[in-house]
């Protein structure tokens, strides 16, 4: 009988766990998706992702940088 209340105590350890990963594990995977498309935005403007901004690139490249068009799709993709 002991066994079987260890298990049960063992059970509702794990979704006790389970259930404060779940949240956490969301927060940060939606985080990285968000992330993942602000860079793929600022990559396909033209611009370079530095400090959690997108930016002009330096020299010639500048030249192919359209901010407007990133926050167009930064507004399609994050609504």
Known sequence: ??????????????????????????????????????KSCCNGAGGVWESANCVRPPGREARGYDAAEYDNCIEKVLG
């Open 1 to 38: 009988m002991k066994s079987a209340a260890g298990e049960a105590n063992l059970t509702v350890i794990t979704i006790i766990l389970i259930a404060v990963m779940v949240p956490v594990i969301t927060f940060v995977v939606r985080r990285l998706m968000i992330t993942s498309a602000k």
